[in-house]
């Protein structure tokens, strides 16, 4: 249940499928934490959120997650503030095969998607475990579900958002904790992420793919998870349907 002071964080909401969340949680009369490095673009979110939503309170925190120090001084900063939903959306990927892969960009990502999202959901469920109505919602993709030729490390990187957000909804309710932990897993998303994975300044969707998703249908399909019992929630590459389910990994 919401409180009048609840706030829901999402990390990489500056662009894509984040901005488009932050849009979505608005609607719902959640105050907002907005995390990305550019500034401008998160001011210019939180304008267009607040013409239509003049009484939330939204924070923005410019911060380069790409520093473990940044991530840690990030959360505690938001001590003051009362997190119901957590969402670990910043992150890249890479299209290379793996002999050509820049190394440095691949720590990098290494880095953001899968230590970023452990440190800040780690401290999160410290904090929030027994709070009623909590939610840790992570970002994996359809490629954190199965590998994708050219995109082997960031695939990889995405299986392990996948198992550990799954296995950290299996341990939360084992132990009969209150938050709920989810995964989100995204295909073809038109986005900032082709640009970034390409390293190009434009990158033709209809090019590479002959079907995708807007952020502003993902942004919808996380709702749908967002609202429901489940904790996984796909896109399938057959259809293009997105389906909610249970953990989909053994155990
Ligand atoms: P996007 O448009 O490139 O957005 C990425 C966001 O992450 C931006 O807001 C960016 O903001 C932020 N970010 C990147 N590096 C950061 C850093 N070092 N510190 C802080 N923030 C950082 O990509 P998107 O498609 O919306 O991606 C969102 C999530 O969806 C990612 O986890 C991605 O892996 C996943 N996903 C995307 C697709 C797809 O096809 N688009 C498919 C499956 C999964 P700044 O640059 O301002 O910092």
Not at 27 to 32: E, T
Not at 88 to 112: C, P
Not at 146 to 163: D, E, G, I, W
Not at 173 to 200: C, I, M, R, W, Y
């Amino acid at each position: 249940m919401k409180k009048a002071k609840d706030y829901t964080c999402i990390t990489g909401a500056s662009a894509g499928i984040g901005a488009e969340v932050a849009k979505q949680f608005a609607k719902l009369g959640h105050n907002l934490i907005l995390v990305a490095r550019r500034q401008e673009r998160l001011e210019k979110l939180k304008q267009e959120i607040l013409t239509n939503n003049p009484d939330l309170d939204i924070v923005i925190k410019v911060t380069d997650l790409s520093d473990t120090d940044n991530v840690v001084e990030l959360y505690e900063s938001l001590e003051k503030y009362h997190i119901i939903t957590l969402i670990n959306n910043a992150g890249f990927g890479n299209y290379d095969k793996v002999e050509d892969q820049d190394l440095e960009k691949t720590v990098m990502l290494i880095h953001l998607n899968i230590e970023v999202l452990t440190i800040l959901s780690t401290l999160y469920v410290r904090d929030y475990k027994d709070c009623k109505g909590a939610q840790l919602i992570n970002l994996s993709s359809r490629g954190g579900y199965m590998l994708v030729q050219n995109a082997v490390t960031y695939c990889a990187s995405k299986f392990y958002v996948s198992a550990f957000t799954e296995g950290l909804a299996l341990e939360l309710k084992a132990n009969h904790n209150q938050l709920k932990a989810k995964v989100l897993a995204p295909a073809a998303t038109k986005t900032e992420f082709g640009q970034v994975a390409t390293d190009s300044k434009a990158y033709d969707y209809d090019e590479h793919f002959t079907k995708y998703h807007t952020s502003k249908e993902m942004a919808q399909f996380l709702m749908e998870l967002y609202h429901s019992d489940k904790v996984v929630g796909l896109v399938d590459v057959t259809n293009f349907e997105f389906h909610l389910s249970e953990p989909l990994f053994d155990h």
